[in-house]
């Protein structure tokens, strides 16, 4: 069973920095997309950014030129680094992997808040 571990959330204040990273137990390359969701209390989980095993990246239109995600095959991780962020960036993020073999797989959140 793959676990995704998800570390790096907290409190920040508005136009602050943060960086989430999610581990793998194992080899990221056995994963042909990679990605971060949020879900804000009352909404829907969403997209926030994903990352293909080519290195090809996607990101939502609200987070676009804020947020940059990566991924270090070597350490199997896939970070989510934010900028600038905004009280409306308050949610727990998720971190989800699609693997070749055709499981979906996600980690168990990290809270992020934005507030003064």
């Known amino acids: 069973q793959v676990q995704l571990v998800e570390s790096g959330g907290g409190l920040v204040q508005p136009g602050g920095s943060l960086k989430l990273s999610c581990v793998a137990s194992k080899s990221i390359l056995t994963f042909y997309n990679m990605g971060w969701y949020r879900q804000a209390p009352g909404k829907p989980r969403e997209l926030v950014a994903a990352i293909t095993s080519g290195g090809s990246t996607n990101y939502a239109d609200a987070v676009k030129g804020r947020f940059t995600i990566s991924r270090d095959n070597a350490k199997n991780t896939v970070n989510l680094q934010m900028n600038s962020l905004k009280p409306e960036d308050t949610a727990v993020y998720y971190c989800?992997?699609?693997?070749?073999?055709?499981?979906?797989?996600w980690g168990q959140g990290t809270q992020v808040t934005v507030s003064t």
């Open positions: 989800k992997a699609n693997a070749y073999s055709g499981g979906v797989y």
